[in-house]
């Protein structure tokens, strides 16, 4: 059974973020197969989006991306000190090229979810069909 693989990062609040954070999964490439880190990277690049567009945060505070690849499943947690979100938001609309991050997320990961203290963490797990 192969060791778990981690990928940790602080990302600026900038327009640079998700792609950042696409990068930093790359590593997983050799332990992840290609379509869970492909649904992986889609969701993490939508979260990260989500935190820099939404959050409100000032240029010194920090996006936290943690991403555990274990061998039944991927867990990942971006997390930010911004006001989030208590509850998803309503179906996005069709006509709007926006608004779909946490559908996508909702449709994809088996499971997820949104915490708030005195940060947000927004969550989600895949599993890992084949085990491996």
């Known amino acids: 059974?192969?060791?778990?693989?981690?990928?940790?990062?602080?990302?600026?609040?900038s327009r640079l973020a998700p792609a950042a954070a696409r990068d930093a999964l790359a590593r997983l490439g050799e332990s992840v197969e290609?379509?869970?880190?492909?649904?992986?990277?889609?969701?993490?690049?939508e979260l990260v989006t989500n935190a820099?567009?939404?959050?409100?945060?000032?240029?010194?505070e920090?996006?936290?991306l943690w991403v555990e690849a274990?061998?039944?499943?991927?867990?990942?947690?971006?997390?930010?000190?911004g006001n989030g979100i208590s509850r998803p938001?309503?179906?996005?609309?069709?006509?709007r090229p926006t608004g779909w991050g946490l559908f996508l997320v909702g449709e994809i990961?088996?499971?997820?979810?949104?915490?708030?203290?005195?940060h947000t963490r927004v969550w989600f797990e895949i599993d890992r069909g084949n085990g491996s």
């Open 1 to 13: 059974m192969p060791a778990n693989s981690t990928v940790q990062l602080r990302l600026a609040p």
């Open 34 to 45: 290609d379509q869970t880190l492909e649904s992986t990277t889609l969701l993490v690049s």
């Open 52 to 60: 820099v567009r939404h959050a409100g945060l000032r240029g010194d």
């Open 62 to 64: 920090w996006i936290e």
């Open 70 to 81: 274990r061998p039944d499943r991927v867990s990942v947690r971006v997390t930010d000190p």
């Open 89 to 95: 938001p309503p179906m996005p609309r069709a006509e």
């Open 109 to 118: 990961a088996d499971r997820w979810g949104i915490e708030r203290d005195d």
